[in-house]
């Protein structure tokens, strides 16, 4: 755990039992004087031992020496994929259909099955496996930015790779470090598989101009042949993270953070209803967020569900 | 659930009315197999909404119904968490107070797993920055 969720565990827990709650407005320094500090120092400094050690020890064995991008070898890999996107054609869903995407989550012993419909103009019905009882389904607007994109997010980006790779580290937020942000986005954009095809074989370009890549052939978690990618960030204490794509169509079959996190897909095409049941359970339809927070025009219809 | 309330909008005033809100939306609901994770959920999509609709007008609130009294044991991170985001503040008080995994939270918010984890990345990532600007 790094000092940044250490000080969160003892911040909330101090918050969630104060009488009252603390300031919000950062005091205002006063001109002349240096500005008092609360800071924990400590952690940040154990930390931060902790983090050039590891730079240190990794630094030389992951990141090609002086260039930028992938290495050679991961290169020639990734670009078979990227001209392989190219090629295939997807199965996007068409205007009155609902992208459908399965996935199941392995978070350490924990096992969940997250089916997704998602309508054209990005409003999304969600069903999860519940063995505790909690609600097991979800009705809601995406945010339409590169965590959580629309089909019309995803039109909007540029399909070159220059271009989508500036974009990217202009826009991305997060994680450890640029690299680890576009990586991250990388996943992002491909995870539902609704991106088109230019625009896929771009994202993966794009991790060929990623430092701290790594390429080889795998199997993901089911057994799928795979060409896994692997992105690695010498300051992130989590471990490494991998997208694994199918080498026939280079849709995203995979994705791994750490030892402990594992998203796979299995399914992913276009559904033409909503199951009853879940637009039922799910409860009414939102509204849809202000323009300011979505990049689409509000077209929405109600759900055509399916018996 | 007032002291979720509490983390999840900052207030313990609105973490209170959204609480409230949520004990009527389990009466409205009736039967529930799990009603402490249907409150948790009700409650985090509560304090989201209302993040959205008013971001300014909780700021104004928060100022006007709290009294302003300096708290040395609270680390200065709590106005960063504050000023994330409602979705990126859910996503860290669910994980860092409520202690759910990130499959847990995607089925409290309503999303993939893959989206909270980009959704913690971020709120970390941006929380360094004011760190340590």
Partial sequence: ???????????????????????????????????????????????????????????????????????????????????????????????????????????????????????????????????????????????????????????????????????????????????????????????????????????????????????EAAEDSVGRAAVKITFTDPTRQSGPQSLLFDPKTSSLLEEQDGPNFTATYTYTRPADKVPAVVAAEAGPRPSRPSPATSSSPATASSPTTAA | MVRLGRLLTGSQALGEDLAQEAFLGLLRAGAVAAPEAYLRRSLVNLSINHGRRAARERAHLLTLREQQVAAPEIDEIWPLVLALPPRQRAVLVLRYYEDLSEAEIARVLGCRAGTVKSLASRALRRLRLEIDS
Avoid at chain 1, 9 to 24: N, S
Avoid at chain 1, 57 to 62: C, D, G, K, L, T
Avoid at chain 1, 98 to 116: A, C, D, F, K, P
Avoid at chain 1, 141 to 167: C, I, K, M, R, V
């Fill in chain 1, 1 to 215: 755990m790094t000092d940044i969720e250490t000080r969160l565990q003892l911040t909330f827990a101090h918050v969630a039992d104060a009488t009252v709650i603390p300031p919000v407005p950062r005091p205002e320094p006063v001109p002349g004087t240096p500005a008092p500090s609360h800071r924990r120092r400590w952690p940040v400094l154990v930390a931060l031992a902790g983090v050039i050690a590891a730079v240190l020890v990794v630094i030389e064995a992951v990141l090609p020496s002086g260039t930028p991008g992938a290495p050679p070898k991961a290169v020639a890999a990734i670009e078979r994929l990227a001209v392989t996107a190219a090629r295939s054609p997807g199965d996007r869903a068409k205007p009155g259909q609902y992208s459908h995407l399965i996935e199941r989550i392995r978070q350490g012993n924990e096992t969940i099955v997250i089916q997704t419909w998602t309508s054209h103009d990005g409003l999304s019905w969600r069903s999860y496996t519940a063995n505790d009882g909690a609600p097991p389904y979800s009705v809601g607007w995406g945010e339409s930015d590169t965590a959580d994109p629309s089909l019309q997010f995803l039109d909007s980006l540029p399909t070159n790779p220059t271009a989508l790779n500036h974009y990217l580290r202009s826009h991305v937020s997060g994680s450890s470090s640029t690299d680890a942000a576009v990586f991250t986005a990388a996943g992002d954009l491909l995870r539902q598989g609704d991106a088109p095809p230019a625009l896929r074989a771009a994202v993966i370009r794009v991790l060929e101009r990623t430092s701290g890549i790594t390429a």
